[in-house]
């Protein structure tokens, strides 16, 4: 179901005659209400008039993850604290989190992100929406609560954590919908496969809304199989609001991005110019709609592409492709740079493996060092060394084609890799500390 057409699949032209609109009223009340925004824009000699469309976007600063925690925690504010009527913080691996501050109207805009998504593969009155992310600062449990509540599904706020009680529930109650990272809906997949009360056929379940960190198609390939379900991929931030940003419709072929509310560029991080049309880059985006928190040119350090053919579906809403990983996670190891992502593209294409892996990264008498950890299934483990080398080499050959370094392999027994419950930690490198 589209739930919101006019917006979802307004013709191009329309699209940017409403962006323009809400661009410059944007601008104007960043100017007005936000002295961080003035002193920027004086600086480079802006005012609120030169901004005329969205094409004048490129003329407007940059906002940093920096900037945000300069100005913590309301310096970007822009209406009195007695319009606020929520915060959102996410926790970020050093110093003062990031925070977000939301008033009425950006929750309702923000639940209804979430909501187009759900809708889009088919969530509705009846369904209950079993939400796994975790509730609290981090956005996942209330942005996912408040989408199934504003369908008029059944919120079933579980939260994450205690995932013996998460697949008891999930049955008893009959959830037929997951939110959670997809790390954690992997961990409760191999907790159900290990159940004695609670059997995959006895679930439920058809949909799960995963983000919140970066997967990949071998992950959803497996989720949809355990798991029994179609895994659609949600993303969002809290400078932003949480999930719903932006998500996939049915035909599961790219994010839409819900351009009405949120303006998205991708520039070349280093030159900060606008990349080429498809090219990849990092994601930046400009509030449209927000109240408490505008924010213009938000470098996400995101990296993704965005990608303008018409989707099957009937949206326009242009399309992002699976983000790479965050500017912030790429290794540079040997000189090449390196995701996790893409190990884990490379793992997940191994059925003898599971979808689980730790990466450590090291220095060594000047050398970098790459060790990844990964587990084989249980049908196919032995602690047999020569046993493992039949699975260890092709995946050695494939991750050296996709990267071009050599890992050092370890076999873990099943479930040795510490599974996680919300945001899944992959790398310690340990070259930060040195
Ligand atoms: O993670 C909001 C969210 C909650 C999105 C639940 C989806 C589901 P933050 O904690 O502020 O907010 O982290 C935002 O997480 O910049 C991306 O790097 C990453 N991220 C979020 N969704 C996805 C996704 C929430 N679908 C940061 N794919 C973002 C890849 C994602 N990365």
Known sequence: MILNRAMECMDRESMRKLQSERLIETVKRCYEKVPFYRRKMDKMGIKPEDIRSIDD??????????DLRDEYPFGLQAVPQSEVVRIHASSGTTGKP?????????????????????????????????VSYGYGLFTGGLGAHDAAGLLGAVQLPTSAGNSE?????MKDFGSTVLCCTPSYALHLAEVIEK????KKEDLKLKVGFFGAEPWTEGMRKELQERLGIKA????????????GVGGECEYQNGTHLWEDLFYPEIINP?????????????L??????????????????DLTRLIY??????RTAVRMDRILGRSDDMMIIRGVNVFPSQIETCLTEFPAFTAQYFITVDRKNNEDTFDLDVELRSEYFSPNPSKQMPYIKPLYDRIVSMVGIKPNIHIKEPGAIQRSIGKAKHVNDKRKFQ
């Not at 009680?165 to 529930?169: D, V």
């Not at 280093?270 to 990092?282: K, N, S």
């Open 57 to 66: 976007i490129h003329r407007l600063p940059f906002t940093t993850k920096h």
């Open 98 to 130: 990031v925070v977000g501050t939301y008033t009425k109207n950006d929750l309702a805009m923000w639940a209804e992100g979430a909501a187009r998504v759900m809708a889009a593969s088919g969530v509705t009155k009846g369904d209950i929406v079993q």
């Open 309 to 314: 053919d018409k989707c099957e579906c009937g």
């Open 232 to 243: 659609i991929d949600i993303y969002g931030l809290t400078e932003m609001c949480g999930p």
């Open 270 to 282: 280093d030159t900060l110019e606008p990349c080429e049309p498809g090219e990849f880059g990092e």
């Open 284 to 301: 930046v985006f400009t509030s449209l709609c927000k109240e408490a928190m505008p924010i213009l040119r938000y470098r996400t350090r």
């Open 165 to 169: 009680k998460q697949i008891m529930l």
């Open 195 to 198: 159940s004695e009360t609670v």
